[in-house]
């Protein structure tokens, strides 16, 4: 048996990794792979001649036809099979690389094809005074030119479906590397860096591929790449001052990897993608506090606004709980008002949920909104925290996935598993019977995982030192991530594990049991390093966000902190940005808890307490 490697520069080999020399000559390479190409693998010799012989005289060309022949015999014996008007090959004789290219991707293991691709078909091969050949040849390679594109950007999308960027960037670089004129190719590489945070680039891509295309084709990218543009172009532009703004481009600075959750985030992404065909869906993340639920609902709603998806999240907090319908009102706030295709709901269900009017059902309001949304484009509803949701806004979820099994909707719900609510237990009963969907719980990283987020965190670390650190990180995180980047971080900025003595975890506790005191001091030192390293003003509002607890409007921290206007926006958008709160309309909350009582424990003196609730208005004694 002989292996074609046809994509690229063409090499031959035997079954025993051999290169034979005559194989390798133009004309018999040629001969084989069009052989190998051909409908039944055979060819009428009159046929082969004009093709790779037609500038000889008859006989002499018919000799060079037979010589070939017998050249492909001596290395394939009774795989080559020939009468006196054809010559062919049997079907075991040769294996192609573009075969195998077809089969890993009908297998959808596209990484496998993506290693058979390092060129283009025949990448440099020609043979002069064949131009028939030279046709064929063009032809196939456009051909496959395009098939590999495709596969490198499956991989691309698979890739990113499983939260590696890089390798989701890599794979659709190699893909506009092969067609610099590709959509295809441009578009899986401007996701890609859209969603590891560097929207400067991603933009820069479609900047160079507009101005390449204009150039060398006299076009323009198609529509859905300048979509994608535009969405890329409509993301959040952050005001950061000048020590932030001075980081690596790219990922945000506090934004490590994602491991540990490939899994869950692959079943999150399918159900989204049956969502964008055409069927409802819910998606449920568990898990304590830390363990990761608000970063991939963030995952995932990253990718289906690169989709065009219209997305609205809340984040519930505690004083939700007993407020009526603040959860329907916040996600309609959050985006659903706003969205295209509201306009065709009923005026007394938009002044409901403006708030402009009571919001008598809001159940039949919230299912109205979504549905005339929803046909205009897809729609994720996020609810993070949502065992702190007010009774009648978990009922309208439910309503929702009762009424809308045909829109386009999935509702991504957040939840501890030691906080049940009756609401929420309804909507899981029904998870894949009446409604499709999946159910993800995370629980601690395992020691590799902890070990993969250490080579992140400390780069320069040889073997050794990153055996020691990651034990450590090992010991006194529990393997729960947000501690465990916590530490990263800090160690990053000088914070010594072997001067912080450690005695975690402690057993049968889960973090929203845990008081800061309960903690290593390893883990509160590593937020006080990470608290002083943000600028004055950052400082200031977090610490009267974690006075006022809760979810604090912007303005109510600006009268607490005495940081107002641009410097507010500034130090907001620092905090969110280096992922200590997270961001709604209706305010600003911590993004873990147990951060927010390390804050409100170490960082704040019982003066400084008292004056920030009055600033606040509120009683230093309530």
């Known amino acids: 048996m002989i292996r074609c490697e046809t994509l690229g520069p063409p090499v031959v080999r035997l079954d025993e990794g051999g290169v034979p020399a005559d194989l390798q000559w133009h004309k018999n390479l040629a001969l084989l792979v069009y052989l190998a190409r051909s409908p039944k693998r055979m060819r009428a010799r009159d046929h082969l001649i004009g093709l790779l012989w037609g500038d000889q005289p008859q006989e002499k060309a018919r000799g060079s036809l037979n010589q070939a022949v017998l050249t492909l015999r001596s290395h394939l014996g009774d795989g080559v099979e020939t009468d006196r008007m054809h010559v062919g090959l049997s079907e075991r004789a040769v294996v192609l690389d573009v075969e195998q290219l077809e089969a890993c991707a009908a297998a959808r293991d596209y990484e496998a094809a993506a290693r058979l691709i390092a060129g283009l078909f025949l990448e440099g091969f020609s043979i002069s005074g064949a131009s028939a050949f030279d046709d064929w040849m063009t032809a196939e390679r456009t051909h496959w030119q395009r098939r590999s594109v495709a596969v ?4 691309s999308t698979q890739a990113l479906a499983r939260g590696d960027l890089v390798g989701a960037e890599d794979a659709a670089r190699r893909a506009e590397q092969l067609d610099e004129h590709s959509d295809v190719a441009v578009r899986a590489r401007m996701r890609a860096l859209a969603l590891a945070g560097d929207r400067g680039q991603a933009l820069g891509v479609f900047t ?14 198609d529509v859905e790449t300048r979509a994608l543009a535009d969405r890329i172009r409509q993301g959040r532009v952050w005001r950061l001052p000048e020590t932030v703004q001075a980081a690596p481009p790219g990922a945000e600075s506090r934004r490590a990897p994602l491991v540990g959750r490939q899994a869950e985030l692959e079943r999150l992404v399918t159900t989204w993608a049956a969502c964008r065909a055409g069927r409802f869906g819910v998606a449920i993340v568990e898990g304590d506090g830390g363990t990761g639920k608000t970063r991939l609902a963030e995952e995932l709603a990253g990718r289906a606004r690169l989709d065009g998806a219209v997305v609205v999240a809340v984040r519930a907090v505690e004083a939700d709980l007993s407020d009526p319908c603040s959860g329907v009102l916040g996600l309609a706030r959050a985006g659903l008002l706003d969205a295209p295709g509201i306009a065709a709901a009923s005026p007394a269900v938009l002044a409901g949920l403006r708030g402009s009017a009571p919001l008598e059902a809001p159940a039949r309001a919230f299912s109205e909104a979504l549905r005339v949304v929803a046909d205009e484009q897809p729609v994720m509803v996020a609810v993070d925290d949502a065992h702190w ?8 979820l439910g309503a929702a996935a009762r009424d809308l099994a045909r829109s386009r909707v999935l509702l991504l719900i957040t939840a501890a598993p030691h906080r049940r609510r009756e609401e929420l237990d309804e909507i899981r009963a029904h998870l894949g019977r009446e409604l499709a969907g999946a159910a993800v719980t995370l629980g601690p990283l395992s020691g590799d995982d902890l070990h993969a987020l250490a080579r992140w965190g400390a780069p320069s670390y040889d073997a050794v030192q990153l055996e020691r650190l990651a034990r450590r990180i090992v010991a006194d995180s529990a393997g729960i991530p947000l501690l465990a980047v916590e530490l990263l971080n800090a160690v990053a900025l000088g914070l010594d594990l ?5 005695a975690w975890p402690q057993p049968l506790r889960t973090l929203q049991q845990t008081f800061p005191g309960d903690l290593p001091d390893a883990i509160t030192a590593a937020v006080r390093v990470n608290f002083h390293r943000l600028s004055s003003d950052a400082q200031g509002v977090l610490v009267a966000a974690a006075v006022l607890d809760g979810r604090v409007p912007a303005a109510l921290l600006a009268q607490a902190s005495g940081v107002g206007g641009e410097a507010l926006a500034a130090a907001l958008d620092e905090l969110e940005w280096q992922r200590w709160l997270a961001a709604e309309p209706r305010g600003y909350a911590f993004v873990a808890r147990i951060v927010r009582d390390v804050v409100d424990r170490d960082m704040v003196v019982a003066g400084q307490r008292q004056r920030l609730l009055r600033a606040a208005g509120r009683s230093p004694l309530a």
């Open 208 to 221: 160079a591929f507009a101005a390449r295309i204009q150039r060398d084709l006299g076009a323009e990218p």
């Open 498 to 502: 072997q001067e912080v003595p450690g």
């Open 389 to 396: 949701l007010d009774r009648e806004s978990l009922l309208a």
């Open 152 to 155: 490198l950007e499956c991989l």
